[in-house]
């Protein structure tokens, strides 16, 4: 008699449990390490939206718990976070920054049947090569990213030799060839093209080496820490009138913390500022009032989340196949305005523009 009643209490809380149980989710990137300022851009948009969606009632009647993963934009990393998730039943990720990690970790998710859409992850592979139909992105993509640099590159500095360098990642090396290509489609002829590694100090060689063959435009495909340094070490060279462009990986200020007044002037391509989209603005005050960044991926994470959890609600589940058929059907109202996704899972939202650092500050020029 014992036993059953114990039995019977058991049963009883295990299934006031499960009515109850936490949906847990996950955001991951580069929480430590060099480019950590990414990282806490993802948590910022991750907290606050798992905060407002909980404060609406959740999911499908169901709370919210957000898990934290550090990969350090480090593929190995990415791909044990990814399985640490996974055991702990985590059903969607919102990650990873990098797209040298969420390329590899997009494998684990794809096998254990977890959705993933990055608001980072710029490297066409991402999705084009994707291993399931669950990998999804509300970021632009490099092709784009490329695409509007390089034409960039031809109207604006045609009479200026232009050279191109990479820190042999996925997203550094593919951004900086895709500029390169539509540089030299548009009748571009590139002065110079070579790798670096990522978390060197001294740049001095190749800056000796753009002085001796008068390069006019530095295009830097990789992160702001290494960019930062290239222009701070030119201008201390003498270089006072070279231009540095990037990409979208030098939306934080830090990268001004780098370089100091030899910042001024930098290019950069990113999506249309998040910050300014009438959609946003409810989020962007709630956090800039509690003293939280807006800056570069925080709009990003919140969307990225902001899908996820309406895909649920329209599933009626988190169940993944169910999930994935209403992302792959659906319009999304999100801080980044109205977005779908298409068969491969890239977004519909605006491309690039171009931004120009000014003053510690970027902002979107004409």
Not at 204 to 211: D, M, P, R
Not at 356 to 362: F, I, L, M, V
């Amino acid at each position: 008699m014992k036993k059953a009643l114990l039995a019977g209490v058991a049963l009883s809380f295990a299934m006031s449990t499960a009515a109850y149980a936490d949906i847990l989710i996950a955001t991951a990137g580069p929480m430590t390490g060099q480019y950590a300022s990414f990282g806490e851009q993802m948590r910022t948009g991750a907290e606050q939206a798992v905060a407002d969606i909980n404060a609406a009632g959740g999911v499908n009647g169901e709370m919210l718990k957000l898990q934290i993963g550090d990969d350090a934009c480090d593929p190995k990393q990415a791909v044990a976070v990814a399985n640490q998730f996974a055991g702990d039943g985590v059903v969607f990720v919102a990650g990873h920054f990098c797209s040298g990690s969420s390329i590899p970790a997009s494998a684990v998710y794809a096998d254990e049947g977890i959705v993933q859409i990055s608001p980072a992850s710029t490297n066409p592979k991402f999705t084009d090569e994707r291993p399931g139909n669950g990998v999804y992105r509300v970021c632009g993509r490099d092709d784009q990213q490329g695409e509007t640099a390089g034409a960039y590159l031809n109207s604006q500095f045609g009479d200026k030799k232009v050279a191109f360098v990479h820190d042999k990642t996925a997203y550094g090396k593919g951004l900086a060839d895709a500029t390169m290509a539509a540089y030299e489609a548009g009748g571009g002829k590139p002065a110079l093209y070579e790798a670096y590694t990522a978390g060197e100090k001294d740049y001095s060689a190749l800056v000796s080496k753009l002085k001796a063959e008068g390069i006019g435009v530095l295009y830097v495909g990789g992160y702001h820490t290494e960019a930062g340094l290239m222009i701070r070490q030119a201008r201390e060279q003498g270089m006072a009138d070279l231009q540095l462009m990037s990409g979208d990986a030098l939306v934080t200020d830090e990268y001004w913390a780098i370089t100091g007044d030899a910042g001024e002037g930098t290019l950069m391509t990113f999506s249309p500022d998040p910050r300014k989209s009438p959609s946003a603005a409810e989020v962007v005050a709630k956090l800039e009032g509690a003293g939280k960044t807006t800056e570069g991926y925080v709009m990003y994470t919140y969307a990225a989340i902001q899908a996820w959890a309406d895909a649920a609600k329209a599933a009626g589940s988190t169940d993944f196949d169910k999930v994935v058929a209403a992302l792959n059907d659906g319009e999304f109202s999100t801080v980044l305005g109205s977005l779908s996704f298409d068969d491969k899972g890239d977004v519909s939202l605006p491309g690039y523009v171009f931004y120009e650092w000014k003053g510690g500050k970027y902002d979107q020029i004409n």
